[in-house]
């Protein structure tokens, strides 16, 4: 028998974490440098990769690297090496009213960041010593919450036109082997508001491109009737509409926050519940362990933890 990778081997009990920002990277043609968050595991080798999106939000800071504390920390805590931009549409930047053709959201910006950050992988460990020779680049996923949720689509694989031109944007990554969308924006069409519909973005997504494995997370109280007039299950549209392998979970009682998973005790969760943001941690970190380390009992442990009690806190399909 093969003896198993590090990474397969590494303890499910948490362990020590280390935090490094701003890593700066070099990103020519970006309106200022790419600077990142760093969290990782203070002790472990052969450590898969956790591309972190953060949402648009109100906030000043939880939509930036200073963000989704509960997501980072624990999956740091759990064996992987979890890396969070400061994406152009972030309120720490002044980006939002700029007359750029992608503001305020910056769709492309932020998956090109993403990329920007697999392309330099040797940097991040140059400047984080205590990562040199821990990275398993061959294990790399994405996670993003609400407009990282869009992010993190457009990674897997789902298409949009471009309105400059009417071509189809493909920023489909290779690199990436799973992902989670967690409260990600559905179709587009009658689904969306007129506020929606003015961002291309929104209104010509195409999930049936999305053909790389991914969880689907949404709320059953999440209405965004800002964005859409289709109700909470427009946020289950990215499993739906996209080809498998998929799972989703669908949260009882959960609104846009699922429980608080952009940071500890933030006023914009109108949902907060420190239960549904630990399910969230815990199925988002099971599904990650099993997709890049096949035959790991993980996933299957946090779908039984989650359905098998006599109030489950939500749902779980697959197809």
Known sequence: MSEPTPAADAPRAP?????????????????VDLQVRVSAPMTGSGL???LLSHGHGPSNHLSSLNGYAPLANYLAAHGFVVIQPTHLDSKTLPFRASDHPEAPLYWRSRAEDMKRILDQLDVIEGVVAALAGRLDRSKVAVVGHSMGGHTASLLLGARLTDPRDGTEVDLAEPRIKAGV???APG???DALTELA????CFSTIDFSSMTTTALVIAGDKDAAAHLTVAGAG????????????????????AGHGLGGVS???????????PERVAAVQRLTWAYLRTELNPGDSAWQEAQDALTGVANPLGRVESR
Not at 15 to 31: M, Y
């Open 15 to 31: 362990t020590p974490v280390l935090s490094v920002s701003p890593v700066v990277l070099p990103a020519p043609g970006r309106a």
């Open 181 to 183: 969308l967690l409260a």
């Open 263 to 273: 940071g500890y005790d933030v006023a914009e969760t109108t949902d907060e519940n």
């Open 48 to 50: 898969p990769i956790v």
């Open 187 to 189: 179709r587009g069409g």
């Open 234 to 253: 427009w946020f289950a549209d990215p499993y739906h509409l996209s080809p498998g392998p998929k799972s989703l979970v669908t949260l009882f009682g």
């Open 197 to 200: 519909k003015k961002y291309s």
